[in-house]
């Protein structure tokens, strides 16, 4: 069964820090995505990867960079978290067919 | 660009009743968009539960059902009879291709809540 897999699952961080989250796919798909979902909004794609070492800017990508060091990790990086940045973020990957998301990862900035 | 617009949740209906959630879109970078339902169980991630890709098609899983309606641009899902453990967070959404790299536009989720 295609597995995605996000960590840490929960994390508070301080303004101005620096935070990371991480994704795993096990699908072997060559698409993973990062998305926020907010209270009141939908889900929104911050960054994508087609490939490996190569990441897009998705539809908010302000504030965010993110890495594709291989096929199956693609990390979500916060370089300066500000509190605007506490959500609720998701990873997924897709096949032609289906996108696949992980469980999320709960982060709150104070 | 894309939107999708559904039902403000929460949501709370009795088991054995039936249910409709709203759909609505409007899909700027694609004529016919693909368009699915995606629910979310607690301390879950978010999980297809249908995609239609022709309009004027149906879709259906677990006891649901959803029709993608062009005239009209909705996709609305129904169930003639929830359970309890239909409740979750309930997301439309729709796609800009149906290949692999198709980037998703969510609607904002309901929250299904079935009491017993």
């Known amino acids: 069964e295609a597995a995605v897999t996000q960590s840490p699952r929960s994390k508070v961080a301080v303004t101005g820090g620096k935070v990371t989250l991480s994704c795993h796919q096990t699908n072997n798909h060559d698409y993973m995505y990062w998305y926020r979902q907010d209270t009141g909004h939908g889900l929104r794609l911050i960054h994508y990867s087609y490939v490996a070492d190569s990441t897009e800017k998705g539809d908010i990508p302000d504030g965010y960079k993110a890495s594709r060091p291989s096929q199956e990790n693609f990390s979500l990086i916060l370089e300066l978290a500000s509190l605007s940045q506490t959500a609720v973020y998701f990873c997924a990957s897709s096949d032609n067919t289906e996108v696949f998301f992980g469980k999320g990862t709960r982060l709150t900035v104070v | 660009g894309d939107s999708v617009t559904q039902t403000e949740g929460p949501v709370t209906v009795s088991e054995s009743e039936s249910l409709i959630i709203n759909c609505t879109y409007s899909?700027?970078?694609?004529?016919?968009?693909?368009l699915f339902w995606y629910v979310r169980y607690p301390g879950e991630g978010l999980q297809l539960l249908l995609k239609?890709?022709?309009?004027?098609q149906k879709g259906s899983s677990r006891g649901f059902e959803a029709t993608y309606n062009k005239e009209t641009t909705s996709f609305h899902l129904q169930k003639a009879s929830v359970q309890e453990s239909d409740s979750a967070v309930y997301y439309c959404?729709?796609?800009?291709?149906?290949?692999?790299?198709?980037?998703?536009?969510f609607g904002k989720g309901t929250k299904l809540s079935v009491k017993s």
């Open positions: 239609v890709i022709t309009a004027g």
């Open positions: 959404a729709l796609a800009d291709s149906g290949g692999s790299n198709a980037k998703l536009t």
């Open positions: 899909a700027t970078s694609i004529a016919y968009p693909n």
